[in-house]
């Protein structure tokens, strides 16, 4: 069973416990790391700050970003993640409440795997979370190890 971790990157903290109530309520065993802004999520995903410790090699299943956070933006936290061969490759799914189109069209330009809008109902919020994390978690088969060796070869040009 799959027990990498799930990154939440959220600043709201209304919808970060709305997002693990309904984790824990769709049985997701994972570990739950939670962050309030974007400068703290590169922090985490490249193992520094506070995170300077933290085994850079254990990657996220997924990443749960909102757009709208303080320090640095999701879309930022995109632009710094997808150039770095070890983030490259990083399931990123932005989660948040904006209806802007650019804010739609800027994520999947930025490399994000998916883009859901926050249901405001609880009972429909509960179901996209469990269903948007159980595919990460359950169906998706994330590249192998060695992926981060070799991925940065793609970045040459030819």
């Known amino acids: 069973m799959d027990k990498r971790v799930i990154l939440v990157v959220e600043d709201s903290p209304t919808d970060e416990a709305l997002l693990l109530r309904a984790l824990n309520k769709s049985g997701i065993t994972n570990p739950i790391v939670t962050v309030k802004d974007g400068l703290?999520?590169?922090?985490?995903?490249?193992?520094?700050?506070?995170?300077?410790?933290?085994?850079?090699?254990?990657?996220?299943?997924?990443?749960?970003?909102?757009?709208?956070?303080?320090?640095?933006?999701?879309?930022?936290?995109?632009?710094?993640?997808?150039?770095?061969y070890r983030t490259k490759l990083v399931p990123v799914a932005i989660f948040t409440s904006s209806i802007e189109e650019q804010d739609l069209i800027n994520g999947y330009s930025l490399g994000a795997n998916s883009y859901v809008r926050k249901p405001i109902e609880f009972s429909k919020f509960s179901k996209v979370v469990a269903q948007l994390v159980n595919y990460w978690i359950e169906l998706n088969e994330p590249p192998p190890p060695g992926e981060k060796i070799w991925a940065h070869h793609f970045d040459r040009s030819a």
Do not use: C, S
């Open 40 to 84: 703290e999520a590169i922090q985490y995903l490249f193992g520094l700050g506070r995170h300077e410790f933290r085994n850079t090699e254990e990657l996220p299943a997924v990443v749960l970003i909102d757009l709208n956070l303080p320090k640095l933006d999701g879309l930022e936290v995109l632009r710094r993640m997808r150039p770095d």
